[in-house]
């Protein structure tokens, strides 16, 4: 069954502390080829029938970001999707 996925971010205006931190960090790490980390939230939605994302949309704008400091986005995806980043 395909699930909805909110992406949330800070508009790109807004200050990221958070990922300025990780960003920082990083040479620590040995990492130096950064330039910027944006730091956000990913919420996933499975509905009890057909994916709705209009009505995820609503969810997202009424409930899960903040429309003056956030941006989002919704999308489909299948269920046997994952993100493996071990690879």
């Known amino acids: 069954m395909p699930r909805v996925v909110v992406d ?27 330039a910027s980390v944006r730091i956000g939230r990913r919420i996933e939605i499975e509905f ?9 949309r609503e969810i997202a704008d009424k409930l899960l970001a903040n429309p003056v400091i956030e941006d989002f986005t919704v999308r489909l995806v299948e269920t046997d999707e994952t993100v493996d980043a071990h690879q």
Do not use: Y
């Open 8 to 34: 949330v971010m800070l508009k790109p205006e807004i200050l990221d502390p958070q990922g300025q931190a990780v960003a920082n960090a990083l040479p620590r790490l040995g990492v130096s080829d950064v």
């Open 48 to 56: 009890t029938g057909e994916p709705d994302l209009d009505r995820a």
